[in-house]
């Protein structure tokens, strides 16, 4: 089993405010490191945990045998949390986690075809049961699609280029193969620049594969809605993309309705908002974590708490 660093985790604890007797839903349960210490402050709660990914419910049942009867394993995505929750009849929480992106172990099992630093079969699937693949997508994608998703997920400007270059060398076969190709297609100042030349493609042909962007804006709504007042959500992002739009939904939900300055309206039939951010600017991990874990550094925290009901 690999070693799972569980990221900003006490910023994360703190941010929640864990209530003894509450109920918590785990989004991306991971190798369970955020959810066992959310157990171990809980007296009569209870914790729901997600994950798409079977081997990280397997793992997971291991770390938190202790805490058994606290907690249910739900091998899906967290978008079915609304439902799931309304199946056992709960239709309020005290909290809510999700820990955005790919675990260390996804990355570090190079069998999984998630990282361009180990030689694989592209995969990058979290759900191993799905059909779609890495290998599907560069494969079997036209080029166009291609161009979109390595602009839209990956920020690539290269993307045109790097999209001709997997279409004149299919079939490819493996992480190394693609980043061969990714470096045979851009040009050397590009090269020559600081940072992996494939990393933005990776990540591109990932977010495609596990549709992690599509849901997402729906999936914390409907989180938000779910927390008791007072209760709180916390979301730790790794990518612009994610992050951009954790930003919006929670400024929209803590903001005041726009109202047009030209129409009287008396204060008392203005809407306050339900939601109020617990902390205005994200929180980043500190140098000591840093040091200990270099993945933390992309990390961004946000979280928001329900005043209103």
């Not at 361009?116 to 079997?140: C, G, I, P, T």
């Not at 994200?282 to 840093?290: M, R």
């Amino acid at each position: 089993m690999i070693k799972h660093y569980s990221v900003m985790l006490n910023e994360v604890i703190e941010a929640l405010d864990i209530k003894p007797n509450g109920i918590y839903v785990d989004g991306t349960l991971g190798r369970a490191g955020h959810t066992k210490a959310i157990l171990e402050r809980l007296d009569n709660g209870f914790v729901y945990c997600f994950d798409k990914d079977e081997t990280a419910i397997n793992e997971s049942k291991i770390i938190l045998k202790d805490y058994l009867d606290k907690v249910k394993f739900i091998n899906q995505d967290f978008k079915t949390v609304k439902q799931i929750l309304l199946n056992d009849g709960i239709n309020e929480i005290d909290g809510f986690l999700l820990d955005l992106g790919v675990s260390s172990p996804q990355f570090d099992e190079k069998e999984r075809g998630f990282s361009y630093r180990f030689d694989s079969r592209l995969d990058m699937r979290m759900n191993q049961k799905q059909s779609l693949s890495a290998y599907e997508v560069v494969n079997n994608y036209e080029f166009n699609d291609l161009v979109r998703i390595l602009y839209q997920y990956g920020e690539e400007k290269n993307a045109k280029v790097i999209a001709r270059g997997i279409e004149k060398h299919r079939p490819i076969e493996t992480t190394f193969e693609l980043v061969e190709v990714i470096k045979k297609s851009l040009p050397n100042k590009v090269l020559k620049k600081k940072g992996h030349p494939a990393k933005q493609t990776f990540q591109a042909i990932r977010i495609e594969v596990n549709n992690e962007l599509q849901p997402l804006e729906e999936s914390i709504l409907n989180l938000c809605k779910l927390l008791k007042v007072n209760g709180r959500g916390v979301i730790l992002t790794f990518h612009s993309l994610e992050d951009r739009i954790v930003k919006n939904v929670f400024k929209e939900l803590s903001s005041v309705p726009f109202i047009d300055k030209n129409i009287p309206v008396l204060p008392t039939d203005i809407e306050k908002p339900s939601y109020k951010l617990v902390n205005k600017k994200p929180i980043v991990a500190s140098n000591e974590e840093l040091e200990e874990n270099n993945r933390s550094h992309s990390a961004k925290l946000r979280s928001i708490e329900r005043i209103r009901g």
